[in-house]
């Protein structure tokens, strides 16, 4: 199986910070529809797979 994805300019720097790990914390924000949940969600995919037997979950406040 084959997935394409091609992440938003934002979403890229996301995924290039995310694997520095001096950092403790990343602040990831913006308006509805900007691919913030799409974004964490393929981290946890990436994570998964680097990490077989983890345990990740994402929430939303609201779901439309």
Same mark, same amino acid.
Do not use: C, H
């Given at each position: 199986?084959?997935?394409?994805? !091609?992440?938003?300019?934002?979403?890229?720097?996301?995924? !290039?910070?995310?694997?520095?790990?001096?950092?403790?914390?990343?602040?990831?924000? /913006?308006?509805? /529809?900007?691919?913030?949940?799409? %974004?964490?969600?393929?981290?946890?995919?990436?994570? %998964?797979?680097?990490?077989?037997?983890?345990?990740?979950?994402? %929430?939303?406040?609201?779901?439309?």
């Amino acid at each position: 199986m084959n997935v394409t994805f !091609e992440p938003t300019i934002q979403q890229d720097k996301l995924f !290039e910070t995310f694997g520095n790990e001096t950092l403790l914390e990343i602040l990831f924000g /913006g308006a509805a /529809g900007g691919g913030k949940s799409f %974004a964490l969600w393929s981290l946890m995919i990436l994570k %998964a797979i680097e990490y077989p037997g983890i345990r990740i979950g994402l %929430a939303r406040q609201t779901l439309t």
